[in-house]
């Protein structure tokens, strides 16, 4: 059975920080690359930032290029988020997934920058 569980979300003022884990069960992680995805109240859930199953390799949409890094330790099945700089627009759920296989989501973690 397929578990994924988000946490390290919560309140921040606009400039902070969060670091966000996925630990995961029910698949082999390390062959699976991971991405992580947010939802907004009222919009479409999107995608953020991928990992390739090493690590080595990322990629992130434009609107957090500079301030996320995503990472996983395959050791512990877990992918992270670690979210700098944040801004309101960053406010939403966050959620892990696997990129070619998301018949199964987690709970999700919320995440609100406000002053």
């Known amino acids: 059975q397929v578990q994924l569980v988000e946490s390290g979300g919560g309140l921040v003022q606009p400039g902070g920080s969060l670091r966000l884990s996925c630990v995961t069960s029910?698949?082999?992680?390390?062959?699976?690359?991971m991405g992580w995805y947010r939802q907004a109240q009222g919009k479409q859930r999107e995608w953020v930032a991928v990992?390739?199953?090493?690590?080595?390799?990322?990629n992130y949409v434009d609107s957090v290029k500079g301030r996320f890094t995503i990472s996983r330790d395959n050791a512990k099945n877990t992918v992270y988020l670690q979210m700098n700089s944040l801004k309101p627009e960053d406010t939403a759920v966050y959620y892990c997934n696997r990129v070619n296989n998301k018949s199964f989501w987690g709970q999700g973690t919320q995440v609100t920058v406000s002053s």
């Open positions: 029910g698949f082999t992680f390390s062959i699976n690359t």
């Open positions: 990992v390739s199953t090493s690590g080595g390799n990322t």
